[in-house]
């Protein structure tokens, strides 16, 4: 098992096949293990390279997770590449996972050669995106299929990183909002930015991404027809031909 320091706490990573590093960035409330279905969509033509965040996973835990929690993860990212000796890397990040390789793309832009942001909400937390959360967490204690997959994230302890997670998703939507520490058009990182139509989490998504699209300087826009929460893993072959697509050009 790989670890790296952050914080003089121990996170997990793996990687798979070789080439290109390609950093895949998990959501919330879940592991890396949300990608163990496509990672072979991906490691024929990149190193593929999966992290469990902090607190998350195979990681150590933390009685509470930052209220910056995004830009936090960001910086989880930051330690490892620089740990590691990894530049030039690609990121695709996934909901929570988006929002923190946007803020290592907007924090060190040399460490990134592309990034795929896919199904997150903006660049500030909205209501319906909390609310959201917070009741399908509930609803998900007492449902077996809910719970079986939740303790194959993240094991016995399941239900307190889950809590956690939705304890800090609301404390920052009432506190902070803002996911990003820079201004999003000071973003230099060619871009990709994905999402369903029918993404339940951000129903809107297609209006927030156009908006983003005339804001941030070298960006493309995907936006799939089906599919629910997230779309790399809803739409996965259509998903990971658009992806591998945009970062071989």
């Not at 290109?20 to 998990?26: A, E, G, I, N, R």
């Not at 879940?30 to 293990?33: A, G, H, M, R």
């Given at each position: 098992m790989a670890f790296f320091k952050y914080k003089d706490k121990k996170v997990f990573y793996?990687?798979?096949g070789t080439g290109?590093?390609?950093?895949?960035?998990?959501g919330n409330s879940?592991?890396?293990?949300m990608f163990d279905s496509i990672i072979d969509l991906y490691e024929d033509q990149f190193k593929v390279i999966l992290i469990d965040f902090l607190g998350h996973g195979q990681s150590d835990r933390i009685k509470e997770f930052p209220i910056d929690f995004w830009y936090d993860q960001g910086m989880q990212v930051i330690a490892f590449c620089e740990q590691n000796g990894y530049k030039d890397i690609n990121i695709l990040g996934t909901s929570g996972g988006a929002l923190a390789g946007i803020n290592v793309a907007l924090e060190h832009p040399d460490l990134v050669s592309k990034?795929?942001?896919d199904s997150f909400e903006g660049v500030r937390s909205i209501e319906h995106f909390a609310g959201q959360v917070q009741k399908e967490r509930e609803a998900s204690k007492v449902d077996e299929g809910a719970r079986n997959f939740f303790a194959y994230m993240h094991g016995d302890d399941w239900m307190d990183v889950v809590d956690a997670d939705t304890d800090v998703i609301i404390r920052h939507h009432k506190e902070v909002g803002d996911f990003f520490?820079?201004?999003i058009s000071e973003l230099k990182v060619a871009t990709l930015l994905t999402g369903s139509k029918e993404d339940e989490y951000c129903p809107e998504i297609s209006e927030l991404f156009k908006e983003l699209g005339l804001t941030i300087q070298d960006?493309?826009?995907h936006i799939?027809?089906?599919g629910s929460h997230p779309s790399v893993m809803t739409s996965a072959e259509e998903f990971a031909n658009i992806a591998k697509q945009f970062l071989s050009n």
């Open positions: 793996r990687e798979y290109q590093p390609l950093l895949m960035l998990h879940v592991s890396s293990k990034l795929i942001a520490h820079k201004d960006v493309s826009v799939f027809e089906s």
